[in-house]
């Protein structure tokens, strides 16, 4: 059972186009994080949301935690081909107990941006 | 600053071998995380180091899986013997210290483990 649900799994658009991926459970988060992976590499953080309903910018991207702190999302505004890679959400559950750090993340979608 | 470090990057063995990965943090991060890749799944937690001593191992699949980090230091995760389904690909993450709040985790490279 897959406690993080990412979706989609595949995104092949044009450059200039926009683009949402979305990230759900039905489990409450205290936090949820965006990564994105390069091959060969490990996930780099691109950003952390703790609030619900709380959005953040990230130049192009857009973030924002559900209200319920279930779900979130990631849009990309004009998509470049330099953000071709492996998107990953990952949650928190229970901060600040006896397992504080442990992440459960979700498949990823591989965007691909064609010039 | 040196980022998270592995060894080796990858790693192809027989069913019913050992291997032996390493992962060296970030020097002054006391926490230090396993993850685990299966093909065409989600990356998943295996355990948490603060310092030398397990924080959660809840993750660990059997006991066939010993991970260790003597000194606070590096970690190794050891498998004996290893079955076809242990093959993906073994990250390691650590991050600051910080008893029972959570700080960025960096992850490193990865170990691509094949058993054949």
């Known amino acids: 059972t897959q406690l993080l649900e990412q979706s989609p799994q595949f995104l092949s658009i044009q450059e200039g186009e926009n683009l949402t991926v979305y990230c759900n459970s039905s489990s409450v988060f205290s936090s949820l994080q965006w990564y994105r992976q390069e091959p060969g590499e490990g996930p780099v953080l691109l950003v952390t949301v703790v609030t619900g309903g709380e959005v953040k910018k990230l130049k192009r991207l857009t973030f924002q935690f559900g209200d319920a702190r279930k779900d979130s999302s990631l849009h990309i505004t004009a998509a470049q081909p330099g953000d071709t890679g492996l998107y990953l959400c990952?949650?928190?559950?229970?901060?600040?107990?006896?397992?504080?750090?442990?992440?459960?993340f979700g498949q990823g979608t591989i965007l691909t941006v064609h010039p | 600053e040196a980022g998270v470090t592995q060894f080796p990057s990858h790693s192809v063995i027989e069913k019913g071998q050992t291997v032996t990965l390493r992962c060296d943090p970030i020097s002054g991060h006391d926490n230090l995380y396993w993850y685990r890749r299966v093909m065409g799944k989600e990356i998943k937690f295996l355990l948490h180091f603060v310092k030398e001593s397990k924080q959660d191992e809840s993750g660990m699949p059997n006991n066939r899986f010993l991970a260790e980090r003597t000194g606070g230091t590096y970690s190794t995760l050891k498998v004996q013997p290893a079955e076809l389904e242990d093959s993906g690909v073994y990250f390691c993450a650590s991050s600051q210290a910080g008893r029972w709040i959570s700080y960025e985790q960096y992850f490193g490279p990865g170990t691509r483990l094949t058993v054949t």
């Open positions: 990952a949650g928190e559950l229970n901060a600040g107990g006896t397992s504080y750090g442990k992440l459960t």
